[in-house]
């Protein structure tokens, strides 16, 4: 059934206050004075005056955001193979342009030509030109139109999905430029504004402020630490400029946080910062390099934290080490929790891909971390990320002809099998570590997360080859005590769960 998008207006609608109940509130008689009395205090001082004014702001960077046109020859949109189809309200529909589709919603049928439209801003006066890589991802034929309405032919010069930056070339001289700002200072509640061409109104101006800084909005695009704002972005605004109060560049805007499809109050935008580097590297070789640190993280919790005997669940958990990485070589191992990379602190997980990934290949980098309890520091030497590189497996099931369960004679009431070749294989598990999980019959470790089908392939620090060593590690467990199972699950991914050991 084809989905309807539901006309803005109406919602509009609602909010108003019938006139019979305004003439009510008018008759209504006037409050009585309260009897409480005032408490004397000092009064606060004014942290906000006024409301900003962006006119002189849009007049002086409007010359240099421009409208993108990409035209995929016969290619059919993710959309297209589905049938489904966003309705576009009539009071908008009669201001687009003829053969109008939203980005990633082409027209049917493999014979036509499917057209989105996006946003961008010209950062050199030569006709170098910056939006997202989703915007022209796969097009045949790119076009930019200027303010002064002059339509010009692009050219990719190269494009980075990691990042979702591309980088545009036009053939002109003397065109208006935006101003690139530093968004390293972003704070949350600063202003901010956009500018772009969202449903293809092109030039529309939105403004809000920062809501946040340094989140990670998918993993997909891990390495990249997105400001988080409250300004309307929608469907073709991708590309465009967020500009601080200043009407300087500091973000590009590329994605919103919606369940219909418009603008629910949470945009996304990559850091200029970020997109500039990826800027030179496109001029020179047409692509992006990233280093690699060779580590695969997870976020830390409380539980996490006691058992690894850790201060606090700040910090990015160490679930896996690539074979021959600098993380190896360097001598970080499964369970230690790094606490700053190249002296920035380390948060949350998220924080530290982006901070590797900035970096190129080659730079040597220090990594404080936290093990048994103790602080250590590393130099390691990055490498170049490889982006093909898939880590884990597709899961595992019990298999008939594998050696007997065990009892399950271990405080955690974990009931194991040895693995067979196969299983090992399907994992991607290297040499003799790991134990699978045929059943569970303690429900705190049920509640832990742990299922029938899962890799149990150490405890704490220690590995585990067989039931009896997993056994052998978990007996000196006591009633209390929270124990670390580094697991690899059914979908193959590998984990840390904390599994506390109930008191009798």
């Known amino acids: 059934m084809t989905p309807h998008v539901r006309h803005p207006l109406l919602a509009l609608l609602m909010l108003t206050t019938p006139l019979a109940a305004c003439a009510q509130q008018a008759d209504a008689p006037a409050p009585v004075a309260s009897a409480v009395p005032a408490v004397a205090q000092s009064t606060a001082p004014q942290l906000v005056t006024g409301l900003p004014d962006f006119t002189q702001l849009v007049e002086q960077v409007g010359p240099g955001v421009v409208n993108v046109e990409a035209t995929v020859g016969s290619r059919r949109s993710a959309q297209a193979q589905t049938g489904e189809e966003v309705e576009i309200p009539e009071i908008f529909r009669r201001m687009l342009p003829p053969g109008f589709q939203m980005p990633g919603h082409g027209q049917q049928g493999p014979q036509r030509r499917g057209t989105s439209m996006g946003s961008g801003f010209i950062i050199s006066a030569d006709g170098y030109v910056l939006t997202n890589h989703h915007v022209v991802d796969g097009a045949d034929e790119v076009k930019v139109t200027l303010p002064d309405r002059r339509e010009l032919t692009a050219k990719v010069v190269g494009s980075d999905q990691q990042y979702d930056v591309a980088l545009l070339k036009v053939d002109a001289k003397g065109l208006p430029t935006v101003r690139i700002g530093n968004s390293t200072t972003l704070k949350p509640g600063q202003w901010v504004v956009a500018i772009g061409s969202p449903l293809g109104l092109d030039h529309s101006v939105t403004a809000g402020i920062v809501s946040a800084v340094g989140r990670s909005a998918s993993p997909e695009q891990r390495y990249v630490p997105f400001i988080q704002t409250d300004v309307a972005i929608n469907q073709g605004n991708s590309g465009g400029p967020l500009l601080n109060t200043r009407g300087e560049v500091v973000g590009i805007n590329s994605q919103i946080f919606s369940v219909s499809g418009g603008y629910m109050g949470i945009s996304f935008a990559i850091p200029i910062d970020l997109a500039m580097g990826a800027v030179e590297q496109l001029k020179s070789t047409g692509r992006v390099?990233?280093?690699?640190?060779?580590?695969?993280?997870?976020?830390?919790d409380a539980a996490k934290a006691r058992g690894l005997n850790v201060p606090d669940a700040r910090g990015a958990l160490v679930n896996q080490v690539l074979a021959g990485s600098p993380a190896g070589k360097a001598g970080i191992e499964i369970g230690d929790v790094i606490t700053s990379f190249n002296g920035a602190p380390i948060n949350q997980s998220s924080d530290l891909p982006p901070l590797v990934g900035v970096l190129t290949p080659g730079t040597k980098a220090k990594v404080t971390l936290v093990r048994d309890g103790k602080p250590r520091e590393v130099t390691v030497?990055?490498?170049?990320?490889?982006?093909?590189?898939?880590?884990?497996?597709?899961?595992?099931?019990?298999?008939?002809?594998?050696?007997?369960?065990?009892?399950?004679?271990?405080?955690?009431?974990?009931?194991?099998?040895?693995?067979?070749?196969?299983t090992r294989k399907q994992l991607g598990i290297e040499g003799n570590d790991g134990v699978l999980v045929t059943r569970i019959n303690d429900a705190a470790t049920r509640e832990s997360g742990l299922v029938g089908g899962d890799v149990i392939l150490q405890v704490g620090r220690a590995k585990v080859n067989s039931p009896a060593a997993l056994d052998r590690e978990l007996a000196g467990v006591k009633p209390g005590d929270t124990v670390m199972l580094l697991v690899r699950s059914r979908g193959g991914v590998?984990?840390?769960?904390?599994?506390?050991?109930?008191?009798?």
Not at 289 to 300: F, K
Not at 399 to 406: G, L
């Open 494 to 504: 590998t984990r840390f769960l904390a599994v506390t050991v109930e008191k009798g």
């Open 381 to 422: 030497t990055l490498t170049e990320l490889d982006e093909g590189q898939a880590v884990g497996g597709t899961g595992a099931t019990p298999s008939p002809n594998a050696p007997p369960a065990t009892s399950g004679g271990n405080p955690l009431g974990i009931v194991s099998q040895a693995l067979d070749a196969n």
């Open 289 to 300: 390099s990233r280093g690699q640190l060779g580590v695969i993280v997870e976020p830390l």
